[in-house]
């Protein structure tokens, strides 16, 4: 069984938004200060979903496929 990444990193926003890797840091920075996380903190895919609408099964989809 394959281990699948708990965590979203702007290489993977970039990849799923299609928008750039610049825009999936800026992203991942209004995440953190919506759930209110420091900055050195991690986003989880729930979080990411939960915060960009994308339905939590196709963000896992992309993690099981690239992890």
Known sequence: ???IRACI???DIQCITG?????????LNEIKAHFGKES????????FAEYSGIKLEIVTEYLQKVS
Do not use: A, D, V
């Open 1 to 3: 069984m394959k281990i």
């Open 9 to 11: 990193y702007p290489k």
């Open 19 to 27: 928008r750039s890797e610049r825009y999936g840091r800026k992203l």
């Open 40 to 47: 050195h903190q991690f986003i989880t895919s729930e979080e």
